[in-house]
């Protein structure tokens, strides 16, 4: 099976703390992606990469940045946290290039910032 | 902007009977569509794809799709309690990423 792992399950920062949230997966994806969900609002992309060291700005980048270094991780770094980044964060990848064959999603990250 | 649009709910059913989930994208243009399932507190598990007109069945789970309507719909039969849970659909309108829907909250009432 397809394991999509997140480095934290709950995460407390303070406000004008920078963090990172490191995903990582083990089958060799090429395409990785950082959504995050709100009740109301549901899943937002805020990035996504097709390969190592490239990425595209998803419909909410502004305030988050990502590094893929290597294939297998990609991390979603907040500058500067604030409180409206109060959410759940979720990381998916997947092998086709088109997306066929869906997302495996990690099992999230509720990032509280206080 | 791209949407994918699903009522809310709550959709409450009894035991044992269908569950019928619906959802409608904007763009013309899509070409492969999802149904993700998540229960609460987790997160979302694929649970069917299609990518052609008409019905597709996988178990007690049949998906629909109807790209001149741009409607796509989900049917659970013999619905148990254990399928309570939020459904999300998700479109592929070209590319890379999907776009999800807000997700349907399902009840199956024992």
């Known amino acids: 099976d397809v394991k999509v792992t997140q480095s934290s399950r709950y995460l407390v920062k303070r406000t004008g703390e920078k963090v990172f949230l490191e995903c990582v997966q083990d089958?060799?994806?090429?395409?990785m992606f950082w959504y995050r969900q709100d009740p109301g609002l549901g899943l937002r992309l805020i990035y996504f990469s097709y390969d190592v060291k490239m990425k595209e700005k998803g419909d909410i980048p502004e305030g988050y940045s990502v590094s893929r270094e290597k294939k297998e991780r990609f991390s979603l770094i907040l500058e500067s946290a604030s409180t409206n980044q109060t959410s759940m964060y979720l990381c998916?990848?997947?092998?086709?290039?088109w997306g066929g064959g869906g997302y495996t999603f990690g099992s999230g990250t509720r990032l509280t910032v206080v | 902007q791209k949407e994918v649009e699903q009522n809310s709910g709550p959709l409450s059913v009894p035991e044992g009977a269908i569950a019928s989930l619906n959802c409608t994208y904007s763009?013309?243009?899509?070409?492969?569509f999802f149904w993700y399932r998540q229960y609460s507190g987790k997160s979302p598990e694929l649970i069917m794809s299609?990518?052609?007109?008409g019905d597709k069945e996988d178990g007690r789970f049949t998906a629909q799709l109807n790209k001149a309507s741009q409607y796509v719909s989900l049917l659970i039969r013999d619905s148990q309690p254990s399928d309570s849970a939020t459904y999300l659909c998700?479109?592929?309108?070209?590319?890379?990423?999907?776009?999800f829907g807000p997700g349907t909250r399902l009840s199956v009432l024992p």
């Open positions: 998916a990848s997947s092998s086709s290039p």
């Open positions: 299609i990518y052609s007109n």
């Open positions: 998700a479109v592929n309108p070209g590319g890379q990423n999907f776009v």
């Open positions: 763009d013309r243009g899509s070409q492969s």
């Open positions: 089958m060799d994806h090429e395409n």
